[in-house]
Structures are given as C-alpha cells and as structure tokens.
C-alpha cells in the first residue's frame, strides 16, 4: 500500500511538471505567432508600396508623360530596395513558421504525456481503492469465520 501511495504521488508531480512545460510552450508559442503577425504586416506594407510604385510608373507611362530616365531609375531602385525588405521579412516569417511547427509537435508531445501521467494515476488510484476494498472484505470474512469457529 506504501508503495502504491509513492507511485500515485509520483504520477501527480510528474503530472504537474507536465502542466508547467505545457504553459511554458504555449506561452512561448503565443509570442512567437505575435512576431510572425507583426512580420506578415510589414511585408505585407512594402508589397503595398511596391504595388503603389508600379501604378505610379503604369499610369505615367499611359498618361503620356514624356519619359524621364532619372525619375523612372529612382523608382526601380527604391522598388528594388522594398523587395529587398520583402525576401528579408518573407525569410523571417519562414523561420517563425518553423519554429511555430517545431513548438506545435512538443505541445502535442506534452499533451500526450500528460494524457498518460493521467490515466496511470487514475489506474493507480483505482488499484489504491481495490487494495482498501479488498482489505476491508478480507477483515469482515475473518470475523465471520472467527464466529462460526466457535459453532462448529
């Protein structure tokens, strides 16, 4: 029964432990998709600003503006420049994305740990009270037969 009694406890604590990883992950991986959020709203801004240049370069262009080299290789080499900013935070958004999968597979590992640890504890409870049971039924058949020893 000790024994019992150490290993339920054991499967509690080590339970527990698994609660807290738990949080710790799931906090972790909250702020990782945060950063990935924040990141997909800058790229997505420079892709505004490429597509607005582009626009701005199409409709002079159409409009009949006489062509000016100067102003139209400005225009490249700023939309050059926001690409670049574009491969950068793309490049960065893959990497939180695979962080954000690598966090997601120990979640689950966790978790079915945890699922484990609870159904061990629950078995290990149930064995407790079959023990308790079982010791309670032996005491009560005993004292049945110590009173008919006497009779027969």
């Known amino acids: 029964m000790h024994n019992l009694k150490k290993k339920i406890r054991r499967a509690h604590v080590m339970t527990r432990l698994e609660d807290i990883?738990?949080?710790?992950?799931?906090?972790?991986?909250h702020q990782i998709e945060h950063l990935r959020s924040v990141e997909q709203d800058k790229k997505a801004a420079y892709e505004s600003e490429i597509e607005s240049l582009h626009q701005l370069l199409g409709r002079q262009t159409r409009a009949g503006h006489s062509f000016d080299p100067t102003s139209y290789l400005q225009a490249t080499r700023v939309i050059s420049?926001?690409?670049q900013h574009v491969h950068h935070h793309t490049a960065e958004i893959d990497t939180l994305s695979q962080q954000i999968h690598g966090l997601s597979e120990q979640l689950q590992q966790v978790s079915a740990r945890?699922?484990?640890?609870?159904?061990?504890?629950?078995?290990?409870?149930?064995?407790?009270?079959?023990?308790?049971?079982?010791?309670h039924y032996k005491q009560q058949d005993e004292a049945i037969l110590h009173n008919y020893r006497g009779r027969l």
Do not use: M, V
């Open 81 to 83: 420049d926001l690409e």
């Open 21 to 29: 990883s738990q949080a710790q992950l799931q906090q972790a991986l």
């Open 114 to 135: 945890k699922k484990t640890l609870q159904r061990l504890g629950e078995r290990l409870h149930k064995e407790k009270h079959h023990q308790q049971t079982g010791a």
